[in-house]
């Protein structure tokens, strides 16, 4: 059991804002901090931008753990995104917990462009929790033509 | 079908010696919808980007994905390269290779195979890209500066100098401000007026100015490059052109004893007035308020004495309506706080002042000529006690930041009081001495060791009359924290800086942001210090923060840069990357409907509303639009939207679903 | 029951309103059905009882209601809530219905505008049945797993009908992100991950605007306990941004206006 | 082919036992709480045999709200088209009321009048309906006015009628129905002539449905027929979607990187965007057309270019309605109506 | 208007012309001044330095009773007293567990319905019907002094300008009087040495009753049992310590209010005081129009 556990590598997706968290990554790739490579990065313009439904839609198609970064409070560059953003997110995780979903494969933060190193840590500490949780099975999938877990009918 | 062009680069050893690129090239060649794929040492450099030249015009590619470096590095490089070889530049996307992955990682299987997932992710994403093309606004080049105060004569002059046509707007009879107000000038000593008034006669002479004094911004609509502004012009009473401004009306007007606002009600004017003799237009303006005849019906005196008989009565206030590119808010500010202190007895002992009717006392244009004598009796005061944050820095009693520009103005008072009366005695209570900037802790100096003020640090804790003296109870925390009381003969508060009365409802007006303190919020405190958040409208002065007059002019020179800049260009072209409201066949012609909640999440006002019609012209549906002059792209909107009727080119939803489909 | 007549009928009769908006006998005594009453003959079919639950502003929006004119609305509290926070998103102008609140002892109050409308459900008592409280509370206190299982296993049950969307007064988009195919925002199909997807998106797009009517579990022909999603967003909205939506004409949407010290412990 | 036999309840376990052990699931009507719904079951304590109505109908055993109609994958730059594996495991649909088994027919003349329907055919060929009469009925029960009966064998193969408290009649009507008595053999015991009317429910006819179906074109163009009645339809699916006859249904692709699937969804007539076409155009742009395209599809449409009507009288639209629409009442006034 | 009163230590000792004028005053007033049964020491002494917890469980309880008692206000002349109660009720009020732990030292709920309020935020309200009533304008100019409690600290007293308080002023003036502008109206005048450092209460109370003589002030006006001694009874060693002797007599507010309202000086207890109650012949008429300020 314990080695299907560390053998388990998990699927996640980072949905970023351009300004800093994606700039952030980029500082962590120029100061060669090394990180899990598990990561699949969306880069979008603000965190403003990033609609509920795209986190539901990572997981349905199969992402183990979501990370949603952006700006720090202050910071967006587009002035109040992540204000707005912040506001969903507080809703979005209360509705989700209430119906099941398993707030810890959902990660938020902030990670400015001048924290490559924060960045690093985030998505290793992720990666880790999220391996300690095992695969994201509970959550349903899209239909894709493959089989299916449970029959149809 | 679309047709894909893949390009990895190795960026020497910094991609390939983590990354098989040439394995990446491989993989993505057999991606559906990919017609050319290569690896090569240096994409970036001229022989790369001749490769993705090539591919383009050779494959008839319909979009490009390079897989190197962050976009944030080379995105432009690429794009202008797709440009040259006709494609449209927003068919172009970059996987980050480097920063992304090959930096970040061991060379290992999943490296390789993460890089693969990233280039296939944005062939995806390509597939889905449509040709953009950059914004084009047209600017109507003539700038709006609202205050005639120093901030906004200077940004009017060099909006002028450089050519543009200017229309400003001051809501008194004159220009000129408080600048206008004040003695001298610190660190200099050099007379207000003196340095003032040859800018404003060059304001009203300036062909490229349009003046409009006692006049208010009425309204403000448009976006950047295409406001259209209404002015109210208040009814002076008078006709301007026929006006010669000799004077004679104001000679003869029998209402003598208004307090003058000018010299900050320590003097008197007349009902038919202008405000100070060097005021810009030098035309006077009838108080309706105070005017006899406008109160009983009769005099007239003015009219009659009048050479050029240009007494209008009956004027009723002009809206005027002038379109402008750009506008500068240089509403400046007032001095405020008196009663923050009641204990301190303003209002109730005439010998208290604030520091601006300490400027009028010492100017040779104020009510005593220029002698510093007191309100009460006219008496040279002995002992003057200054005191400084009468209002700013306590939270507990006024407000909780600092006002700037008292430290020095106070220093000032004391140093003229000095020059003028030289046995008397200033004192001056304090918290901290601020004196940061070019001779500034120099002049404060100057004012200790010269002239031998006497700064006590320490608080006022109250004012008292005896014996015609005002007992000035505090305490120096320098000296063991004693009690101190000094008997002056006057006292001087170095009250408030605060934003002028209305700032609120002028920002809502034209909607701007503002603080809690009511100032005028810049888009960006460091970097984009002179523009407000909405694009086109910039901000120079006081009625941003406390400054003092080179700060204010400073600030209201880059404002003027900024505007002269936008202005260098016939149209303001930007990119692309906006939120856009579909449209769609009749009878829904959009599946927007007008809830009109995505107004308020949008951070620049883009928001507009279209009314749609039947070609009787009645309204069948009013749906959102958005203005792509003002929307910056963040897409806030586009989340918010719950029929998914905005959408964000260059990260539609389209895209952003084939992305996470393809990961 | 008889002063709501009266009132429906003196309205009619002045030509106050073109058409009453009302409740009428269903087909078994536990139901009533909505009913349009432009006489005032009509009127004696008007009822009012428990079972009057549809919130009748959800058929303000439908083009064959706007076309009757003005109407009266029979109103409870939230259909009084609706009405307002229509307005508050531009559907509703002011004076295009007359609201007749019948209050828990069948007292009629005539509420021709908006302002009226504000007035009273202001001084209307707040907050959620003591059973809704209950079943809130019992679901949020089960484990996690057992939470997933509960939701699973409900909406397995939805046929994706869409009656909640129908029955919602605040549903009125002319476009649901359910019909947006370009990209395909939920699947179509009523497999587990559409009926979560749907329901959660349900959820969030009326989070901090809903009402609080429960016509969308009333309609779920399985008996969904939908409005729990619902009542568990609008207290967080409440409790977090303070949000009241349907006691003001004000646009004031949560997710569309934030404060720089909005609570954000999770993140970090 | 008619035979009349006597099935004990006792015996129901045993025959359960039988009909596995031939390979074949048993889907039942099963209570929970207040709702009673078809759910594949193993023993017959499970088995609601006292209920009304099911909330949805049996046609998901048949016609599921989604199915796969075909599969495909991405290999390299081509893609591979597959039918999907045909559910063609033996299937008995045990407890149906008469309504819904005779909802097959109508079924049946939908989705092999053309073209065959393979999905649709590959079930119903591995489908026997064991029926149950009803003993019960409620307001909203009309089978009676549309043709059938509390007892009406049509459309079972194997129809039980609750004798007494302890045992069934069971009428074996069909092939399908004889090879599952071949199956129970013993089990079946013999007749003892005990009639079944007397355990029927009473359902008194409300309307004629062949009647209304003939003046229902005249109707047509009679806006007062729909208008007032679709007022207050609110336009959801629920109608359409807990009927054991409406058959209709959307297609759309899902998929994910390398695999997709075309699915059929159940859709319906009483939602807006049903027939809107590519153009904006949307032929039926109010409720009352959609509601008049409902009464009209399965009173005059289907009888008349099937030979089978619509309804089946089992009344679940109007119990699912959030607003009570009520089907019979609305068909009972339009009987009435003078053309 | 029905009050809970809690007179406190003082009003039955060296303050008694306080509460006998209070008394005397608030009939006409329209006040029905009921003592909280049971009341206890407001803490005022030393308590409140040495024992935080006891410190608030003796107002506390007071606070409780009166709560019990249905009151939705406490009077509390004093304003020391008031200045402790006031103090417990803002503490409790903030700190849920702190009430909690009180409540249950003193056996007693208390959730803070009853409110604190002042002889001058009650005289305050009433001035409308002093002046009406005011059969005997009080003539004379006065100076107002607060102290220190009613105006400290600024998070608890009701006075709009801490600093600069208006509010006696603003009494007297309904009164008939014609309240001075002086320096010393909130400065402190030593009650906390009034044992200790007599010296120093000398030099403090002396700058008060020096300041207000030298404008011209006919009577001091106070509101404090302390002030009132310190101001009153310590008269002679202040005028020991300033060599100067100041026939200015210290009036209670209440006193004031009530010679306007008619009563008597034996009603109003003022032969109890140090420093003689008396005034230049002539002014106190009700000829001349009472001058409004």
Same mark, same amino acid.
């Given at each position: 059991?314990?080695?299907?556990v560390?053998?388990?590598?998990?699927?996640?997706?980072?949905?970023?804002c351009?300004?800093?968290?994606?700039a952030?990554?980029?500082?962590?790739g120029?100061?060669?901090?090394?990180?899990?490579p598990?990561?699949?990065?969306?880069?979008?313009p603000?965190?403003g931008?990033?609609?509920?439904?795209?986190?539901?839609?990572?997981f349905?198609?199969?992402?183990d753990?979501?990370i949603?970064?952006?700006?720090?409070?202050?910071?967006?560059h587009?002035?109040?995104?992540?204000f707005?953003?912040?506001?969903?997110?507080?809703?979005?995780r209360r509705l989700?917990?209430?119906?099941?979903v398993?707030?810890?494969?959902?990660?938020?933060?902030?990670?400015?462009a001048?924290?490559?190193?924060?960045?690093a840590?985030?998505?290793?500490?992720?990666k880790?929790?999220?391996?300690?949780?095992?695969?994201?099975?509970?959550?349903?999938?899209?239909?894709?033509?493959r089989?299916?877990?449970?029959?149809?009918a | 079908?679309?047709r894909?062009?893949?390009?990895?680069?190795?960026?020497?050893?910094?991609?390939?010696?983590?990354?098989?690129?040439?394995?990446?090239?491989?993989?993505?060649g057999?991606?559906?919808?990919?017609?050319h794929a290569v690896?090569?040492?240096?994409?970036?450099?001229?022989?790369?980007?001749?490769?993705?030249?090539?591919?383009?015009r050779?494959?008839?590619?319909?979009?490009?994905?390079?897989g190197?470096?962050?976009?944030?590095?080379?995105?432009?490089?690429?794009?202008?390269?797709?440009?040259?070889?006709?494609?449209?530049?927003f068919?172009?996307?970059?996987?980050?290779?480097r920063?992304? *992955?090959?930096w970040?990682h061991?060379?290992?299987?999943?490296t390789t195979?993460?890089?693969?997932?990233?280039?296939r992710?944005?062939?995806?994403?390509v597939?889905r890209?449509?040709?953009?093309?950059?914004i084009?606004?047209?600017?109507?080049?003539?700038?709006?500066?609202?205050?005639?105060g120093?901030a906004?004569?200077?940004?009017?002059?060099?909006?002028a100098?450089?050519?543009?046509?200017?229309v400003?707007?001051?809501?008194?009879?004159?220009?000129?401000?408080?600048?206008?107000?004040?003695s001298?000038?610190?660190?200099?000593?050099?007379?207000?007026?003196?340095i003032?008034?040859?800018?404003?006669?060059?304001?009203?002479?300036?062909?490229?100015?349009?003046?409009?004094?006692?006049?208010?911004?009425?309204?403000?609509e448009?976006?950047i490059?295409?406001?259209?502004?209404?002015i109210?012009k208040?009814?002076?009473?008078?006709?301007?052109?026929t006006?010669?401004?000799?004077?004679?009306?104001?000679q003869?007007c029998?209402?003598?004893?208004?307090?003058?606002e000018?010299?900050?009600?320590l003097?008197?004017?007349?009902?038919?007035?202008?405000?100070?003799?060097?005021?810009?237009?030098n035309k006077?303006?009838?108080?309706?308020?105070h005017?006899?005849?406008?109160r009983?019906?009769?005099c007239?005196l003015?009219?009659?004495?009048?050479?050029?008989?240009?007494?209008r009565?009956?004027?009723?206030?002009?809206l005027v !309506?002038?379109?402008?590119?750009?506008?500068v808010v240089?509403?400046?500010y007032?001095?405020?706080?008196?009663?923050?202190f009641?204990?301190?007895g303003?209002?109730?002992?005439?010998?208290?002042i604030t520091?601006?009717?300490?400027?009028?006392l010492?100017?040779a244009?104020g009510p005593?000529?220029?002698?510093i004598r007191?309100?009460?009796?006219?008496?040279?005061?002995?002992?003057?006690?200054?005191?400084?944050?009468?209002?700013?820095r306590?939270?507990?009693?006024?407000?909780?930041?600092?006002?700037?520009?008292c430290?020095?103005?106070?220093?000032k008072?004391a140093?003229?009081?000095?020059?003028?009366?030289h046995?008397?005695?200033?004192?001056v209570?304090?918290m901290?001495?601020?004196?940061?900037?070019?001779?500034?802790?120099?002049?404060?100096?100057?004012?200790?060791?010269?002239?031998?003020?006497s700064?006590i640090?320490?608080?006022?804790s109250?004012?008292?009359?005896?014996?015609?003296?005002?007992i000035?109870?505090?305490?120096?925390?320098?000296?063991n924290?004693?009690p101190?009381?000094?008997?002056a003969d006057?006292?001087v508060?170095?009250?408030a800086?605060?934003?002028?009365?209305?700032?609120e409802?002028?920002?809502?007006?034209m909607?701007?942001?503002?603080?809690?303190?009511?100032f005028?919020? !810049?888009?960006?405190?460091?970097?984009?210090?002179?523009?407000?958040?909405?694009?086109?409208?910039?901000?120079a002065?006081?009625?941003?923060?406390?400054k003092?007059i080179?700060e204010t002019?400073?600030?209201?020179s880059?404002a003027?840069?900024?505007?002269?800049?936008?202005?260098s260009k016939?149209?303001?072209?930007?990119?692309?990357?906006?939120?856009v409201?579909?449209?769609?066949?009749?009878?829904?012609?959009?599946?927007?409907?007008? *809830?009109?909640?995505c107004?308020?999440?949008?951070?620049y006002?883009a928001?507009?509303r279209?009314?749609?019609?039947?070609?009787?012209?009645?309204v069948?549906?009013t749906?959102?639009?958005?203005n792509?002059?003002?929307?910056?792209g963040?897409?806030?909107?586009?989340?918010?939207?719950?029929?998914?009727s905005?959408d964000?080119?260059?990260?539609?939803?389209?895209?952003v679903?084939?992305?996470l489909?393809?990961? | 029951?008889e002063?709501?007549?009266?009132?429906a009928r003196?309205?009619?009769a002045?030509?106050?309103?073109?058409?009453?908006l009302?409740y009428?006998?269903?087909?078994?005594?536990?139901?009533?059905?909505?009913?349009?009453?432009r006489?005032?003959?009509?009127a004696?079919?008007?009822?009012?009882?428990?079972?009057?639950?549809?919130?009748l502003?959800?058929?303000?929006?439908k083009p064959?209601?706007?076309?009757?004119?003005?109407?009266?609305?029979?109103?409870?509290?939230?259909t009084?809530?609706?009405?307002l926070?229509?307005?508050?998103?531009?559907?509703l102008?002011?004076g295009?219905?007359v609201?007749?609140?019948?209050?828990?002892?069948?007292?009629?109050?005539e509420?021709?505008?908006?302002?009226?409308?504000?007035?009273?459900?202001?001084?209307?008592?707040?907050?959620?049945?003591d059973?809704d409280?209950?079943?809130?509370?019992?679901?949020?206190a089960l484990?996690?797993?057992?939470?997933?299982?509960?939701?699973?296993?409900e909406f397995?049950?939805?046929?994706?009908?869409?009656?909640?969307?129908?029955?919602?007064?605040l549903?009125?988009?002319?476009?649901?992100?359910t019909?947006?195919?370009?990209?395909?925002?939920?699947?179509?199909?009523?497999?587990?991950?559409g009926?979560?997807?749907?329901?959660?998106?349900?959820?969030?797009?009326?989070?901090g605007r809903?009402?609080?009517?429960?016509?969308?579990s009333d309609a779920c022909p399985?008996?969904?306990r939908l409005?729990l999603l619902n009542?568990?967003?609008?207290?967080?909205?409440?409790t977090?941004?303070?949000?009241?939506?349907?006691y003001?004409?004000?646009?004031?949407?949560?997710?569309?206006s934030?404060?720089?010290?909005?609570?954000q412990e999770?993140?970090? | 082919m008619?035979?009349?036999?006597?099935?004990?309840?006792?015996?129901?376990?045993?025959?359960?036992?039988?009909?596995?052990?031939?390979?074949?699931r048993?889907l039942?009507?099963?209570?929970h709480?207040?709702r009673?719904?078809?759910?594949?079951?193993?023993r017959?304590d499970?088995?609601?045999?006292?209920?009304?109505?099911t909330r949805?109908?049996a046609?998901?055993?048949?016609?599921?709200?989604?199915e796969?109609l075909?599969?495909?994958?991405?290999?390299?730059?081509?893609?591979?088209?597959?039918?999907?594996?045909?559910?063609a495991?033996?299937?008995?649909?045990?407890?149906?009321?008469p *309504?819904d088994?005779?909802?097959?027919?109508?079924l049946?003349a939908?989705f092999?009048?053309?073209?065959?329907d393979?999905?649709?055919?590959s079930k119903?060929a591995n489908?026997?309906?064991?029926?149950?009469?009803?003993?019960?009925?409620?307001?909203?029960?009309?089978?009676?006015?549309?043709?059938?009966?509390?007892?009406?064998?049509?459309?079972?193969?194997?129809?039980?009628?609750?004798?007494?408290?302890?045992?069934?009649?069971?009428?074996?009507?069909t092939e399908?129905?004889?090879?599952?008595a071949?199956?129970?053999?013993?089990?079946?015991e013999?007749?003892?002539?005990?009639?079944?009317?007397?355990a029927?429910?009473q359902?008194?006819p409300?309307?004629?449905?062949?009647?209304l179906g003939a003046?229902?074109?005249?109707l047509?163009?009679?806006?007062? %027929?729909?208008?007032?009645?679709?007022?207050?339809?609110?336009?959801c699916?629920?109608?359409?979607?807990?009927?054991?006859t409406?058959?209709?249904?959307?297609?759309?692709?899902?998929r994910?990187?390398?695999h997709?699937v075309r699915?059929?969804?159940?859709?319906?007539?009483?939602l807006?965007?049903?027939?809107?076409?590519?153009?904006?155009?949307?032929?039926?742009?109010?409720?009352?057309?959609r509601?008049?395209?409902?009464?009209?599809?399965k009173?005059?449409?289907?009888?008349?270019?099937?030979?089978?009507?619509?309804?089946?009288? *089992?009344?679940r639209?109007?119990?699912a309605?959030?607003?009570?629409?009520?089907?019979?009442?609305?068909?009972?006034?339009?009987?009435?109506?003078?053309? | 208007?029905k009050?809970?009163?809690?007179?406190?230590?003082?009003?039955?000792?060296s303050?008694?012309?306080?509460?006998?004028?209070?008394?005397?005053?608030?009939?006409?007033l329209?006040?029905?001044?009921?003592e909280?049964?049971?009341?206890?020491?407001?803490?005022?002494?030393?308590a409140h330095?040495?024992?935080?917890?006891?410190?608030? %469980?003796?107002?506390a309880?007071?606070?409780?009773?009166?709560e019990?008692?249905?009151?939705?206000?406490?009077?509390?002349?004093?304003?020391?007293?008031?200045?402790?109660?006031a %103090?417990?009720r803002?503490?409790?009020?903030?700190n849920?567990?702190l009430r909690? !732990?009180?409540?249950s030292?003193?056996?007693?709920d208390?959730?803070?319905s009853?409110?604190?309020?002042?002889?001058?935020?009650?005289?305050?309200?009433?001035?409308?019907?002093?002046?009406?009533?005011a059969?005997v304008?009080?003539?004379?100019?006065?100076?107002?002094?607060?102290?220190?409690?009613?105006?400290?600290?600024?998070?608890l007293?009701?006075?709009?300008?801490?600093?600069d308080?208006?509010?006696?002023?603003a009494?007297?003036?309904?009164?008939g009087a014609?309240?001075?502008?002086?320096?010393?109206?909130?400065?402190?005048?030593?009650?906390?040495?009034?044992?200790?450092?007599?010296?120093?209460?000398a030099e403090?109370?002396?700058?008060?009753?020096a300041?207000?003589?030298?404008?011209?002030?006919?009577?001091?006006?106070?509101?404090?049992?302390?002030?009132?001694?310190?101001?009153?009874l310590?008269?002679?060693?202040?005028?020991?310590?300033?060599g100067?002797?100041?026939?200015?007599?210290?009036?209670?507010?209440?006193?004031?209010?009530?010679?306007?309202?008619?009563?008597?000086?034996?009603?109003?207890?003022?032969?109890?005081h140090h420093?003689?109650?008396?005034?230049?012949?002539?002014?106190?008429?009700?000829? %001349?129009?009472p001058?409004?300020?």
């Open positions: 059991m314990e080695f299907a560390s053998a388990f590598e998990p699927k996640l997706v980072a949905f970023v351009n300004w800093c968290t994606y952030g990554a980029d500082l962590t120029t100061s060669r901090i090394k990180y899990a598990n990561v699949r990065l969306i880069r979008l603000c965190t931008r990033i609609d509920f439904m795209l986190l539901l839609q990572a349905g198609k199969g992402a753990g979501v949603v970064s952006g700006c720090h409070p202050g910071d967006c587009y002035t109040a995104g992540n707005h953003a912040r506001r969903r997110w507080t809703l979005f989700l917990d209430f119906v099941g398993d707030l810890r494969r959902v990660h938020f933060a902030w990670v400015s001048a924290e490559g190193a924060k960045w840590e985030l998505v290793n500490d992720v880790t929790k999220i391996q300690a949780l095992g695969p994201y099975d509970a959550f349903p999938k899209r239909l894709d033509g089989p299916q877990p449970a029959e149809v | 079908m679309p894909i062009g893949v390009f990895i680069c190795h960026c020497g050893e910094n991609i390939g010696a983590t990354v098989d690129a040439a394995a990446v090239a491989k993989a993505a057999e991606l559906p919808g990919v017609v690896d090569y040492k240096y994409m970036c450099s001229d022989p790369g980007q001749n490769l993705i030249k090539e591919a383009i050779e494959k008839k590619l319909t979009g490009v994905v390079v190197a470096c962050s976009p944030r590095m080379h995105e432009p490089t690429f794009r202008r390269a797709c440009a040259e070889a006709g494609l449209n530049a068919l172009c996307e970059m996987a980050n290779l920063e992304h *992955c090959s970040v061991e060379k290992l299987p999943e195979e993460k890089a693969i997932d990233l280039v992710v944005m062939v995806e994403k597939k890209n449509r040709p953009l093309f950059p084009n606004v047209p600017i109507t080049k003539t700038a709006l500066v609202l205050g005639g120093i906004g004569i200077q940004a009017a002059l060099d909006i100098n450089a050519g543009h046509p200017v400003l707007v001051e809501r008194e009879a004159s220009i000129g401000g408080h600048m206008a107000q004040l001298e000038t610190f660190p200099t000593l050099d007379c207000s007026q003196c003032l008034t040859p800018r404003m006669v060059e304001v009203a002479q300036h062909p490229n100015i349009r003046l409009y004094t006692y006049s208010e911004l009425e309204s403000l448009g976006f490059g295409n406001f259209k502004a209404v109210r208040k009814a002076r009473g008078i006709d301007e052109a006006c010669t401004g000799c004077g004679a009306c104001i003869k029998p209402t003598k004893k208004i307090p003058s000018f010299n900050a009600h003097g008197h004017r007349t009902a038919i007035y202008v405000p100070f003799p060097q005021a810009v237009p006077p303006v009838i108080d309706r308020a005017c006899t005849y406008y009983t019906g009769k007239k003015c009219e009659r004495v009048c050479p050029t008989k240009a007494l009565y009956d004027q009723e206030d002009l !309506e002038v379109a402008v590119g750009a506008v240089a509403t400046g007032e001095v405020k706080g008196t009663d923050f009641p204990e301190y303003y209002g109730r002992y005439k010998d208290v520091g601006l009717q300490f400027e009028r010492a100017s244009s005593t000529l220029g002698a007191r309100p009460s009796d006219g008496q040279v005061p002995e002992t003057v006690v200054f005191i400084a944050c009468a209002g700013s306590d939270p507990a009693k006024g407000l909780h930041y600092c006002s700037k520009i430290c020095m103005y106070t220093a008072h140093m003229l009081y000095k020059h003028k009366v046995h008397g005695r200033p004192y209570f304090y901290d001495i601020r004196a940061g900037g070019k001779m500034y802790e120099e002049f404060v100096r100057r004012a200790i060791e010269e002239d031998q003020v700064y640090r320490g608080r006022v109250r004012i008292y009359e005896k014996n015609g003296k005002l000035v109870k505090g305490v120096d925390t320098l000296l924290s004693r101190v009381e000094i008997a006057l006292v508060l170095a009250t800086m605060v934003p002028q009365p209305d700032a409802a002028l920002a809502q007006k909607k701007i942001s503002y603080d809690g303190d009511r005028l919020n !810049e888009a960006h405190p460091k970097l984009r210090p002179v523009e407000m958040n909405t694009a086109g409208i910039f901000v002065g006081a009625c941003q923060a406390p003092d080179p002019v400073a600030q209201a880059g003027a840069s900024k505007v002269i800049g936008l202005f016939d149209e303001l072209s930007r990119e692309p990357v906006v939120a409201v579909n449209r769609t066949a009749p009878p829904l012609f959009s599946t927007c409907v007008g *809830c009109f909640l107004e308020t999440a949008c951070p006002q928001i507009e279209e009314e749609i019609k039947d070609r009787n012209g009645n069948l549906k749906v959102a639009r958005v792509q002059g003002v929307c910056q963040c897409g806030t909107c586009v989340a918010l939207c719950r029929s998914k905005i964000l080119q260059g990260f539609t939803n389209e895209q679903f084939a992305e489909v393809a990961l | 029951m002063a709501l007549r009266q009132r003196e309205l009619l002045a030509g106050t309103v073109q058409a009453v009302g009428a006998a269903g087909s078994e005594p536990d139901r009533a059905r909505p009913c349009f009453v006489t005032a003959a009509e004696d079919g008007l009822i009012w009882n428990e079972h009057c639950r549809q919130n502003a959800t058929y303000l929006q064959e209601v706007r076309a009757l004119g003005r109407l009266a609305l029979v109103a409870r509290r939230s009084l809530r609706a009405l926070q229509l307005a508050a998103e531009n559907q102008a002011d295009r219905v609201a007749l609140f019948v209050a828990d002892d069948g007292a009629v109050t509420l021709p505008t908006l302002a009226a409308i504000e007035e009273l459900v202001a001084r209307l008592p707040r907050g959620l049945s059973a409280r209950q079943e809130l509370d019992r679901i949020a484990p996690l797993g057992e939470r997933q299982a509960y939701w699973a296993g397995a049950r939805c046929i994706k009908c869409y009656a909640c969307r129908a029955a919602c007064p549903c009125y988009c002319a476009r649901c992100i019909e947006a195919n370009q990209p395909q925002w939920i699947p179509v199909s009523s497999d587990p991950l009926n979560l997807e749907w329901n959660i998106a349900r959820a969030m797009h009326l989070a809903c009402v609080d009517c429960g016509s969308c399985e008996g969904i409005d009542h568990v967003l609008a207290e967080e909205a409440r977090q941004f303070g949000a009241e939506p349907g003001s004409v004000r646009k004031d949407y949560a997710l569309a934030f404060k720089p010290d909005d609570k999770y993140i970090r | 008619t035979e009349q036999r006597i099935l004990s309840r006792q015996n129901l376990g045993p025959l359960f036992e039988r009909l596995a052990a031939d390979g074949r048993i039942a009507p099963v209570r709480g207040d009673v719904g078809f759910e594949r079951v193993t017959p499970e088995v609601a045999l006292d209920y009304v109505q949805t109908s046609k998901s055993a048949v016609f599921p709200p989604y796969p075909l599969q495909f994958a991405l290999q390299g730059k081509d893609v591979q088209v597959a039918e999907p594996a045909p559910d495991a033996p299937t008995v649909l045990f407890g149906v009321h *309504c088994a005779a909802s097959f027919a109508t049946e939908v092999t009048w053309d073209t065959p393979l999905p649709f055919e119903r489908l026997t309906i064991i029926g149950l009469s009803c003993t019960q009925g409620d307001a909203y029960c009309f089978c009676t006015s549309v043709g059938g009966g509390p007892g009406d064998p049509r459309g079972s193969d194997i129809l039980l009628t609750p004798i007494g408290a302890t045992h069934f009649l069971a009428e074996i009507l399908r129905g004889q090879a599952v071949r199956l129970a053999g013993e089990l079946l013999p007749h003892r002539g005990n009639g079944k009317d007397a029927l429910a359902i008194p409300r309307f004629d449905a062949r009647q003046k229902l074109p005249a047509f163009n009679h806006p007062a %027929a729909w208008q007032e009645q679709a007022l207050r339809c609110l336009g699916g629920a109608c359409a979607f807990v009927c054991p409406c058959s209709c249904f959307d297609i759309t692709d899902e994910d990187r390398y997709g699915l059929r969804c159940w859709d319906s007539c009483g807006a965007l049903f027939t809107l076409h590519a153009s904006g155009h949307n032929p039926r742009t109010k409720q009352s057309e509601w008049r395209q409902r009464v009209m599809h009173f005059a449409y289907q009888p008349e270019r099937l030979g089978v009507l619509g309804c089946v009288g *089992c009344g639209c109007s119990r309605c959030p607003v009570d629409m009520n089907l019979a009442q609305h068909a009972q006034q339009l009987a009435e109506t003078a053309v | 208007m009050l809970g009163y809690f007179p406190g230590c003082s009003l039955e000792s303050a008694r012309e306080y509460n006998e004028s209070l008394q005397a005053v608030a009939p006409l329209d006040l029905e001044l009921c909280v049964p049971d009341w206890n020491c407001c803490g005022a002494t030393a330095s040495l024992n935080h917890k006891l410190a608030l %469980a003796l107002p309880r007071t606070l409780a009773l009166a019990r008692a249905g009151f939705d206000e406490l009077l509390v002349p004093c304003s020391a007293c008031y200045s402790r109660l %103090a417990t803002r503490d409790l009020l903030a849920e567990a909690q !732990e009180i409540t030292i003193i056996e007693l208390y959730v803070g009853t409110k604190v309020v002042s002889v001058v935020d009650v005289l305050g309200r009433a001035a409308p019907t002093i002046r009406a009533k059969s304008p009080f003539l004379r100019k006065v100076a107002c002094y607060y102290g220190c409690y009613l105006t400290r600290p600024a998070s007293t009701t006075c709009a300008r801490p600093e308080p208006q509010e006696m002023e009494i007297v003036a309904s009164a014609t309240p001075l502008d002086w320096a010393f109206k909130i400065d402190c005048c030593g009650a906390a040495l009034s044992v200790s450092r007599t010296a120093t209460v403090l109370a002396g700058r008060i009753v300041d207000a003589a030298e404008r011209g002030a006919e009577a001091l006006v106070v509101a404090c049992p302390l002030c009132h001694t310190n101001l009153d310590r008269r002679p060693a202040i005028e020991r310590h300033r100067v002797s100041y026939a200015l007599p210290v009036l209670y507010i209440t006193q004031l209010v009530g010679l306007a309202l008619g009563l008597s000086e034996r009603a109003l207890g003022l032969h109890r420093v003689p109650v008396r005034f230049a012949p002539g002014a106190a008429a009700p000829a %001349a129009a001058k409004e300020n």
